[in-house]
């Protein structure tokens, strides 16, 4: 395997809106993310995911994009990003990109150019994908992801026009090469800037089915599912072979794609080796593991993962992509719930070492650890308990539509799988210190800050040295100093398939091999594992070993063997 610079690196990915308020507007901004580059610097990562900064109307937490040129006013200016990509790159950072391009914003000028005519001869028309009614209703019966239908119609021109996400998100029509060419120059102006990459927002979903037939529907469900038809379409590959001829490859970059719908056999062809299309792309299998059984309500339920399907799937995508494509590794991000609330235990008393329990499992994996704000301090889920306090728009649809709508959930149900879920567990502003609102803002931030702020910061962090924090900065010097983490072979413990509280793999190359053993459970196990003489303990989540056998809640230790 050809070493790349993007397979030891690690990922810090911020979300601009919660990260640091510089201008005391209750709202995160480039000039915020400045002040703190010697943090994300101390903690080790080499690279930062920045979400939108694009200006946008911000239906959608800036995936909704007017303007792919521009910053969003309310992060600063495009002197302020240039401030950042330079100070960054000084400081030995590298800066990824958020490219959304599988829909624009209905503010966008292309989008306006389209819906405001109904020449066909109107080239913008083509830019969007429109489609005649079908019996006086919508082309199909396509879901989108945020509640009701995927289409809205158009009174002047009399068709439809999909948005596979809201309404203020039409989709880009790319099987036109004028679309497609418009989004690769836009590509290589960003690349004249000097960034690093690019991050592909629900990249797999661009190429849209022949026909737009209808999708699958569960019983109960108000519309099909076009995630299910959608996903990996027809021409997906061949745009992004053409995106590669015509950008990535130009620049030694980092890329990954959001690719919902994926399988192993697909990554191989998204992620291959060959760097034909992209380095690597994020899989949501391990995080859908957790979705409702009924399956006309999503992902939305209170159910914790068991650790035997959770470790399947791990090891599935581990052995499957080995030597053919490259493993993206994460836990949470802005999409998602809160890592150490969803797979750990946040409880005060189990908090930060199942935090790092996790982050030990995860980053002796194969490929690049992408760690999210907060999580390498243990920040928690903020556990809403009213509707009226969510921000986020899949939260306030999901919630208007199976409770009041088509009476699936009763609302005290459904206020528990959203404080399990929503998305806004992973916007509630970064904990800086203990002073009024978590050293974020001088004034109330844009969503409420995590009330346990005074107990998880970073500055108590900073000042811990058996931190969640330093833990993680080890773990990142590790992987940049030891070869058998990039290319060591996975392979689960002999036996570990079927245990319920126990994680156990190996990571062996010519000259070592490493044995990672993790307790997912508050209890105390015993296990016996072979642990080879003159191994190394690297390193542990608790200050000693009581006994060699024995596992205490959630402890983790990983042994390197020089062979």
């Known amino acids: 395997m ?39 610097k101390e903690l080790g990562a080499d690279i930062i995911w920045l979400n939108p900064i694009y200006k946008s109307p911000d239906i959608d937490g800036g995936y909704d994009i007017a303007d792919y040129q521009n910053i969003n006013p309310t992060f600063g200016n495009m002197d302020d990003f240039e401030c950042l990509l330079k100070t960054a790159h000084q400081k030995g950072l590298k800066i990824m990109m958020d490219l959304v391009v599988n829909h624009s914003s209905s503010d966008h000028e292309w989008f306006k150019k389209s819906i405001g005519s109904t020449d066909k001869n ?3 028309r083509d830019y969007y994908v429109w489609r005649d009614p079908v019996d006086g209703h919508e082309p199909n019966n396509w879901g989108s992801f945020f509640s009701g239908p995927a289409w809205t119609f158009d009174e002047k021109s009399g068709q439809y026009y999909l948005h596979l996400f809201a309404k203020e998100q039409p989709d880009l029509n790319w099987d036109n090469p004028e679309v497609r060419n418009s989004i690769f120059d836009m590509m290589n102006w960003w690349a004249g800037k000097g960034i690093d990459g690019f991050r592909m927002d629900v990249i797999s979903l661009i190429s849209k089915p022949k026909d737009l037939p209808d999708a699958p529907k569960e019983e109960g469900a108000a519309y099909g599912n076009a995630g299910e038809i959608i996903a990996n379409g027809p021409h997906v590959h061949e745009y992004l072979k053409e995106m590669n001829q015509k950008v990535l490859s130009k620049h030694d970059w980092i890329t990954v794609g959001e690719t919902a719908g994926v399988t192993t056999e697909e990554a191989k062809r998204y992620a291959n080796m060959d760097e034909s299309e992209l380095n690597m792309v994020f899989q949501f299998e391990h995080v859908s593991l ?3 059984k009924n399956t006309a309500l999503g992902k939305w339920s209170d159910t914790k993962t068991s650790l035997i399907d959770l470790r399947a799937n791990l090891a599935k995508w581990q052995k499957n992509l080995s030597g053919k494509a490259w493993n993206s590794l994460y836990w949470s991000n802005h999409d998602q719930p809160r ?35 907060g999580e390498e ?38 206020i528990k799988y959203l404080a399990a879920h929503s998305r806004d567990n992973a916007r509630t502003p970064m904990q800086w210190n203990g002073t009024e609102n978590a050293g974020f803002s001088k004034v109330t931030p844009w969503l409420p800050v995590n009330p346990n702020y005074k107990l998880i910061n970073v500055k108590d962090a900073l ?18 100093e030891l070869p058998i983490i990039t290319d060591g072979v996975f392979n689960l413990v002999e036996g570990n398939e079927s245990d319920q509280e126990v994680f156990a793999y190996t990571r062996q190359n010519e000259e070592e091999s490493l044995l990672v053993i993790a307790n997912f459970t ?7 594992y072979r642990v080879l003489d003159n191994s190394k303990l690297l390193i542990q989540n608790y200050k000693d070993i009581v006994k ?4 205490r809640p959630y402890e983790v230790r990983v042994y390197l063997y020089e062979k």
Request: proline share 3%; no cysteine.
């Open 463 to 480: 000042n811990d040295k058996n931190s969640v924090f330093y833990f993680y900065q080890k773990l990142i010097k590790l992987r940049h």
């Open 377 to 414: 301090i243990g920040m928690t889920n903020i556990y809403f308990t009213d509707i009226n306090q969510y921000r986020d728009l899949e939260s306030i649809n999901a919630y208007h539509e199976l409770v009041e709508q088509e009476h699936l959930l009763p609302s005290e149900t459904m």
């Open 339 to 373: 890592t150490v609330s969803r797979f750990g235990n946040d409880a005060p008393k189990y908090r930060k070492v199942s935090a790092k329990m996790l982050a030990a499992v995860l980053h002796f994996m194969q490929g690049t650890p992408y760690i999210y704000q």
């Open 522 to 528: 508050d209890k105390v196990v015993e296990r016996e």
């Open 122 to 124: 109107n080239k913008y």
């Open 2 to 40: 050809t070493k790349l610079w993007w397979q030891n690196a690690v990922v810090y990915q911020v979300y601009p809106k919660s990260f640091q308020d510089s201008n005391d507007d209750g709202i995160g901004d480039l000039r915020g993310i400045i002040n703190r580059l010697d943090y994300i």
């Open 290 to 292: 957790d979705g409702n």
């Open 548 to 551: 060699n056998n024995e596992l």
